[in-house]
């Protein structure tokens, strides 16, 4: 069980605009595979670990997000929500949410990943002072390249070192509020200060290599339904 003050934001605002057309009509978020929405299995998995505080940010068909979460209560948790009038990519959706998100470390998770990703094991620890601790996993088909190196539990940039091969963060991150201090307001994505973070040694990692989907087209959506719907 993780601790009772330990809140978790949900990111749920962006277009899902290689998920067309489904999202046209549908935010991406409540996309539905193995019999529920991508959001439903994160807010449930999170609920059996002791987790209670939820934000949750919104933008795209946002309005469907806030009414099928509600305030939490048909979970018995709290869900606080984030509202976005565009999306203000992932650090700017954080910075926002920032005063809803306390002063201790906070989960972030990308609402358009399915993952069996063992989350306690994540909360029990603390990221570095003012720094952040990611998940990375073995490189998907979508991103054979990878975005960083993991060194001695420290995420590292990739090099042209042949031998050393790169992970892809897999939207799933524990960050201190500090990480974001000096941020002003507005659209902002997260890649330039994962590199600030590198370059000061504050991004501590791991490697994840169980199972994982970064669920960005309709052809992945309907494979990760048929899987779990077949494992069921």
Request: with cysteine; glycine share 10%; aromatic share 6%.
């Given at each position: 069980m993780?601790?009772?003050s ?6 749920a ?15 991406k978020p ?12 994160h ?5 059996t670990l002791g ?6 940010n919104?933008?795209?068909?946002g309005e469907?997000?806030?009414t ?7 979970w018995?948790v ?8 565009e ?13 809803l998100l306390?002063g ?7 609402a358009?990943?399915?993952t069996?990703?063992?989350f306690?094991?994540?909360?029990s620890?603390?990221?570095p002072?003012d ?7 073995d490189?998907p088909?979508?991103?054979s ?6 060194r001695?539990?420290?995420v ?7 031998h050393e091969?790169?992970?892809t963060?897999?939207g ?6 500090g990480f974001f201090?000096g941020c002003?307001?507005?659209k902002r ?7 600030r ?14 199972a994982w ?7 992945r959506?309907?494979?990760l339904?048929?899987?779990l719907q077949?494992?069921?």
């Open positions: 993780v601790s009772s330990t809140k978790v934001m949900l990111l605002a962006g277009k899902g605009e290689r998920m067309r057309p489904l999202t046209l009509t549908t935010p409540l996309l539905q595979v193995g019999g529920k929405p991508l959001l439903q299995w807010i449930e998995t999170l609920i987790v209670r505080d939820f934000v949750i919104s933008s795209w068909l469907q997000i806030r099928w979460c509600g305030n939490g209560a048909t018995g709290s869900i606080q929500h984030s509202v976005e009038e999306p203000l990519e992932t650090a700017g959706g954080i910075i926002q949410a920032l005063p306390g201790d470390p906070f989960l972030v998770v990308n358009d990943i399915w069996a990703y063992p306690a094991s994540l909360l620890q603390m990221p002072v720094g952040a601790h990611l998940v990375l996993v490189n088909a979508h991103n390249q990878g975005d960083f190196l993991l001695e539990g420290m590292t940039e990739k090099t042209s070192v042949e091969m790169a992970l963060y897999s799933i991150g524990l960050y201190d509020p201090a002003t307001p507005g994505p997260l890649l330039p200060l994962l590199e973070a590198i370059r000061e040694q504050r991004l501590a990692g791991e490697h994840y290599r169980g989907t970064d669920v960005g087209t309709p052809e959506l309907a494979a339904d048929e899987q077949g494992s069921a």
